[in-house]
């Protein structure tokens, strides 16, 4: 069994959902981030979500993009990144590691070679972020390869052809957006993704995972009651990190305190105050 | 989709699993409206009456005289709005009105798309938002002072290098957002399918116009066809008639900056690796990691580190040949035309000018070389004003 089907299986037995707070690798430097990484673990996330960082990310909002700019700024090298991760993975054998990236890092350099040197760093997922499913089939054949899960997203305006083939096609977990747009928008949910979650359990897909707009213990407890195993909250995070730079030590405690929090939300006898 | 959007192995469309519904929907509405006579008559009418179609073809009386070398022109910069950008901004005007969009956004370079989005967000009534690094905001001023004018907002984005790359960037968030009430009526012949088809194929008309003008008034076929070549529509545009014509050159010329190997310049074609950025698989400028790289050209419309993937595959075929031409070499055939034909070329079409002479000057036969003249210069005069004076 893999690490997510673990998760998901420890979870369920516990009556949880998964919480999966998301960071980019590398910022705002390599030593720093495995710190944040190792901080956010300790305090209790589930899995983790994890972007590489890439030059024009159109898919994400302007918190996730200056997490980008931070960390290729300061020099930091793809091969650092998943050096990085070998070294978590080494330090957390169980916890699931899933990469965000965009399509030209996976592609430039041969699809197969990307997928090889992801998995030899631990790496459990890889979604890209401008890879719908249409242009999936060779990144998805690749991964499989290499035993990596491609994960897809599952989209509000999809139709139930669109949403089938995401199904079929997601392993690991299926990322769930509630709304359109990019990364970080300041809004609460807009559409209710209920018909989604019900749906693709119904198709027998992986786990969905809602992405998108998660800040507050509420949302993630909104999330799961509209039937998803799980929350990814991101954008909070990174706007924690970039505004805690100044003093990393309050920071890791600052984010330890966070995910405790978002997790905590994460059970049945939570109660939204 | 219908079509299958690839050029041999490139073009497709990489986007975010939200925007595949809006390109669905483009891709039939385009499809459709392909079909349909009244859109042709529409867009026929619009072209002539508004926009000044046919532009005429210019044989050069002086420019390379001395030489076997024939230059015609085929005028462009004469078209409403100074460029060839305004044949394609009619056709996806209409296609966004069929589709019922109300709201229209756009990035541009020099300013050349925004201003012909400005038109038709004017002509048509649609609310207009037009994105714009904030480096050619600066160096293309006059450009958006007239996108004002004409009621666009123009956004200029910080983010980035802070040019094209980067407003192209802006305005796939955007659409990614807004594609239910928004059409991208993006500006060149790159981008996820069905841009790269659709583009040309409302750009195609320079090249139907090209061949027939060629064949009444020199009575004959050109042996080259050139063109500058940033995202690559003015250069698919005069090519599109031209390629199942096997003894007509065609020859795409890419923006040198200071030199193929001084690193500083936009020459995507002829220094690229092949990568995926803006929607397709297509040739890229990037590092060893596949970060998309900084360009340099003295042009901003030139200043892009992708290219249409039609290209990509017309390189990889041989069908046509791309050569570079530096910011000198472009600024000087700036100056000659002026000079010698009283026509001020865009700096972007200046590049095809410059290779055009090139090849004039080395000729030992007679010639026919026709060159696709894109846009006027008159939004680079602070850029010629700043280059003579440090001259």
Known sequence: MDRYARMFERLALQRQGAFIPFVMVGDPDIPTSLDIMRALIRGGADALELGLPFSDPVADGPVIQAAAVRTLAGGVRISDCLEALRTLREEHPDVPFGLLTYANLVFHDGIASFYQRVARAGVDSVLVADVPVREAGPFATAAAQEGVAPVLIATPNADAERLAAVAAASRGYVYVVSRSGVTGAEETVRHEPEAVFRQLREMNAAPGVLGFGISTPAQVRAALAMGAAGAISGSAIVRRIADGLGDVPALLGDLETFVREMKAATAPEYDVA | ?391
């Open chain 2, 1 to 391: 989709m219908k079509l299958d959007g690839r050029f041999g192995s490139y073009g497709g469309t990489y986007v975010p699993e939200i925007l595949m519904p809006a390109l669905e929907e483009l891709e039939a509405a385009f499809l459709d409206a392909r079909e349909d006579e009244d859109f042709h008559e529409t867009l026929q009418t619009l072209l002539r009456d508004f926009a000044g179609r046919p532009t005429p073809l210019w044989r050069c009386r002086n420019l390379c005289a001395d030489t076997p070398a024939r230059i015609w022109l085929k005028r462009e910069d004469l078209l409403h709005g100074g460029a060839h950008k305004t044949n394609q901004v009619l056709g996806q005007a209409l296609l966004a009105q069929r589709i019922g969009k109300r709201r229209i956004i756009a990035e541009t370079g020099a300013g050349q798309h925004g201003v012909a989005t400005a038109i038709v967000g004017a002509l048509f009534g649609l609310e207009t938002r037009i994105y714009m690094g904030a480096i050619d905001v600066e160096r293309q001023h006059l450009n958006v002072l007239r996108m004002r004018l004409m009621g666009a907002e123009v956004v200029p984005v910080e983010s980035g290098d802070r040019t094209l790359k980067d407003a192209i960037n802006e305005a796939m968030r955007d659409w990614a957002a807004s594609w239910e009430t928004t059409h991208y009526l993006l500006g060149t012949v790159a981008g996820p399918h069905p841009f790269p088809t659709m583009v040309r194929d409302f750009q195609r008309v320079i090249g139907e116009e090209a061949r027939h003008q060629m064949i009444q008034q020199a009575g004959r076929l050109p042996d080259a066809v050139i063109a500058c070549v940033g995202g690559g529509s003015n250069a698919m545009g005069i090519f599109a008639d031209f390629v199942d014509e096997e003894d007509v050159d065609l020859i795409g010329v890419e923006p040198a900056g200071h030199g193929l190997d001084s690193g500083e310049h936009g020459a995507t074609l002829l220094r690229g690796r092949g990568g995926i950025l803006h929607g397709a698989h297509t040739l890229l400028l990037q590092n060893e990691d596949g970060q998309v790289s900084d360009t340099h050209s003295i042009s901003a419309g030139l200043d892009y580190p992708g290219v249409g993937p039609e290209h990509a595959h017309l390189a990889a075929t041989g069908r046509a040949r791309y050569v570079g031409c530096t910011d000198d070499d472009a600024f000087a055939a700036f100056q000659r035309l002026s000079r010698e034909e009283g026509i001020i070329p865009a700096l972007e079409s200046a590049h095809a000018i410059a290779e055009a002479i090139r090849i004039a000057e080395s000729a030992d036969t007679e010639l026919d070389l026709l060159v696709n003249l894109s846009g006027r210069g008159d939004k680079d005069m602070e850029t010629a004003r700043r280059l003579l004076e440090n001259a």
